[in-house]
Nanobody, 120 residues
Framework: QVQLQESGPGLVKPSQTLSLTCTVS??????????WSWIRQPPGKGLEWIGY???????YYSPSLKSRTSISRDTSNNQFSLQLSSVTPEDTAVYYC????????????WGQGTQVTVSS
């Protein structure tokens, strides 16, 4: 059973960088052909995909967030991380990490989500 767990600060000040880590257990983040995503849900809105780190280490970001997004990984600890720079209150959301198998339309495993609020 794959499990994902998000961690990081719940409060970030405007203009700072939001940093979150997803710790994965029950499966390796380097196993073919899985993709490890960050997804968020602002209050009262739908899910927004932010980007992914592939099993190979390749990354791909949402065009709308690409200029502010970086996803990295620590294979020794089976973790992948999100950094979102220059945050504003509009980046307030519940942030999720999730896994998808290559070719699948849906993510099959999700973390429980972590609330991040951008406020001074």
């Amino acid at each position: 059973q794959v499990q994902l767990q998000e961690s990081g600060p719940g409060l970030v000040k405007p203009s700072q960088t939001l940093s979150l880590t997803c710790t994965v257990s029950g499966g390796s983040i380097t196993t073919n052909y899985y993709y490890w995503s960050w997804i968020r849900q602002p209050p009262g809105k739908g899910l927004e995909w932010i980007g992914y780190m592939a099993y190979s280490g390749r990354t791909y970001y949402s065009p709308s967030l690409k200029s502010r997004t970086s996803i990295s990984r620590d294979t020794s600890n089976n973790q992948f991380s999100l950094q979102l720079s220059s945050v504003t209150p509009e980046d307030t959301a519940v942030y999720y990490c999730a896994r998808a198998e290559g070719g699948a339309e849906e993510h099959d495993y999700w973390g429980q989500g972590t609330q991040v609020t951008v406020s001074s």
